[in-house]
């Protein structure tokens, strides 16, 4: 297998660690595989647009969600190190409302999965970093919605102690007991 996976506190959402082949030149590794994918993780998924990101230290992006066209994502970073942030918004969830994170960076390759009906965003911690995620449903704006990032609702533990850079839309987002939700 390319790669191994490893359920986070919301079993839905995984990590997956590839299996990195390196020596004095570099190193090689598979960053996908379709039919390697569905076994390891048994998700039958059709990724349908690829989308990179470059950010700058500080920059917090999300929580993002679509309320229609709801998106898997699988992210990873390429360049630098983030903080990257799943939050349950299934009202029927045994999780709901509950968040997980990971470190992502270009030095330990690790891959997030990230299941339709839930809000994503990550924080950049090195001097930048490029992100990069697949997508199960195409980019609908009318439907992107904003989870505010730091509800005490639900208390995510960023690990930064600065005051992040936001656009606009996130500054504005919605407190959980505001926000659009899936059933």
Same mark, same amino acid.
């Given at each position: 297998?390319? %790669?191994?996976?490893?359920?986070?506190?919301?079993?839905? #959402?995984? =990590?997956?660690?590839?299996? &990195? +082949?390196?020596? $004095?030149r570099g190193f090689f590794f598979e960053?996908?595989?379709?039919?390697?994918?569905?076994?390891?993780?048994?998700?039958?998924?059709?990724?349908?647009?690829?989308?990179?990101?470059?950010?700058?230290?500080?920059?917090?992006?999300?929580?993002? %969600?679509?309320?229609?066209?709801?998106?898997?994502?699988? #992210?990873? =970073?390429?360049?630098?190190? &983030? +903080?990257?942030? $799943?939050?349950?918004?299934?009202?029927?969830?045994?999780?709901?409302?509950?968040?997980?994170?990971?470190?992502?960076?270009e030095d330990n390759h690790k891959q997030?999965?990230?299941?339709?009906?839930?809000?994503?965003?990550?924080?950049?911690?090195?001097?930048?970093?490029?992100?990069?995620?697949?997508?199960?449903?195409?980019?609908?704006?009318?439907?992107?919605?904003?989870?505010?990032?730091?509800?005490?609702?639900?208390?995510?533990?960023?690990?930064?102690?600065?005051?992040?850079?936001?656009?606009?839309?996130?500054?504005?987002?919605?407190?959980?007991?505001?926000?659009?939700?899936?059933?």
């Amino acid at each position: 297998m390319p %790669y191994t996976v490893t359920p986070t506190a919301i079993p839905e #959402v995984l =990590v997956l660690t590839p299996k &990195v +082949f390196g020596d $004095a030149r570099g190193f090689f590794f598979e960053s996908f595989n379709a039919r390697d994918f569905a076994q390891v993780t048994g998700l039958d998924v059709e990724f349908v647009q690829d989308n990179h990101s470059k950010s700058a230290h500080g920059v917090l992006r999300g929580l993002h %969600y679509q309320i229609q066209h709801p998106q898997g994502k699988l #992210v990873r =970073v390429v360049q630098g190190t &983030v +903080f990257d942030v $799943a939050v349950d918004l299934r009202k029927s969830s045994p999780t709901f409302g509950k968040w997980v994170g990971e470190v992502l960076s270009e030095d330990n390759h690790k891959q997030l999965w990230v299941p339709p009906g839930f809000a994503h965003g990550f924080v950049v911690l090195s001097e930048s970093a490029e992100f990069l995620y697949k997508t199960t449903d195409y980019w609908f704006p009318e439907h992107e919605r904003s989870l505010l990032w730091n509800d005490p609702a639900v208390g995510i533990e960023w690990p930064f102690d600065f005051a992040p850079q936001l656009a606009a839309k996130d500054a504005a987002g919605k407190p959980l007991g505001e926000a659009d939700l899936f059933d």
